[in-house]
């Protein structure tokens, strides 16, 4: 008698139904990252773009970039949504594309395993910080402040 | 694939040099992005600490290299419009060259107010 395997169809259909893969047995993770790219792109358009001009063309400009000016605008919860907002966006567009890149430069798996490595790495500790920084801010940090607030 | 691609006559027009600008702005920016949150977190440091590096900051050279990354952020992301607008809109396809050429366009009405205006900022004291 010969041994032939039964056929695997049944068993991977239901696969298929369950396992949130496509036909090819792959999830569709591609999909949904080439999509995102666009969403967040079109986000990123109005937060990226109205910091920069409050920022830079708004007021003194750069000159008037400090302490006092950072604390005046995040003593707003506008600013403070908009900047974790940009925080967020920013950093998985940036380091989803990063990804892409470094799929389509280094050939071998290794080196593709650790450059993603460092920069999921990177990557976390830079959103985790800047999250921090956001919800912890406190203008009155130094005892001896003459911020308006801090009176 | 061959690890190393033999020489190739194919020399891209606009989409490829478009292409290769968006990708190498958006890691331009990605690196910046990665710094700008580092020196933003010394509000978490004191007031002197973040004032003592932004103060760095503001000098011609790093003016200069801020003109460079807005006009980069500026081309990612009218590019990044047109990539979204020739992927979903249906005449996008058609309209490739017009496209390209707006980009050009909202990109100059853009940035040459935010060059005099922030080089009127970093000269002018
Ligand atoms: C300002 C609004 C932005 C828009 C409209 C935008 C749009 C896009 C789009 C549509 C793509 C996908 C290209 C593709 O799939 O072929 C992309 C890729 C990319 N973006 Fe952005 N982006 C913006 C901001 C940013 C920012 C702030 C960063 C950095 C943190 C960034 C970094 C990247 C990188 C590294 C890529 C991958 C490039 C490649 O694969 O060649 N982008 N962008």
């Not at chain 1, 003194?60 to 950072?70: E, M, Q, S, Y």
């Amino acid at each position: 008698m010969s041994d032939i395997a039964a056929p695997r169809s049944s068993s991977r259909a239901r696969n298929l139904k369950g396992g949130g893969r496509n036909r090819s047995g792959q999830t569709n993770f591609e999909l949904y990252s080439w999509l995102f790219m666009r969403l967040s792109g079109l986000a990123l358009v109005v937060l990226v773009l109205g910091h920069l001009f409050t920022n830079l063309m708004l007021g003194d400009g750069i000159n008037g970039l400090d302490f006092a000016f950072v604390a005046g605008k995040w003593a707003s919860p506008l600013w403070q949504v908009w900047d974790l907002l940009m925080l967020w966006l920013a950093m998985l567009h940036g380091t989803n594309g990063m990804r892409t890149i470094i799929n389509d430069y280094a050939e071998k798996d290794q080196t593709r395993f650790w450059l993603k490595a460092l920069l999921l790495t990177a990557s976390i500790v830079i959103v985790v910080l800047g999250t921090l920084v956001i919800f912890t801010f406190d203008p009155c940090l130094d005892p001896h402040s003459t911020l308006s607030v801090c009176q | 694939m061959p690890s190393k691609p033999a020489g190739t006559l194919y020399r891209g027009r606009e989409g490829m040099w478009s292409w290769v600008a968006h990708r190498i702005t958006g890691v331009g920016i990605f690196f910046f992005l990665l710094v700008h949150v580092l020196d933003t977190a010394l509000v978490r440091v004191s007031p002197e600490a973040y004032n003592e590096v932004i103060g760095t900051y503001k000098n011609p050279i790093v003016g200069l290299m801020e003109v460079g990354l807005v006009g980069a952020i500026l081309f990612h992301a009218f590019n990044g419009i047109r990539l979204i607008l020739v992927d979903f809109w249906a005449k996008g396809p058609r309209n490739q060259r017009k496209l390209m050429i707006g980009v050009g366009v909202v990109w100059v009405v853009l940035f040459v107010p935010f060059v005099a205006r922030h080089l009127t900022h970093v000269f002018g004291g």
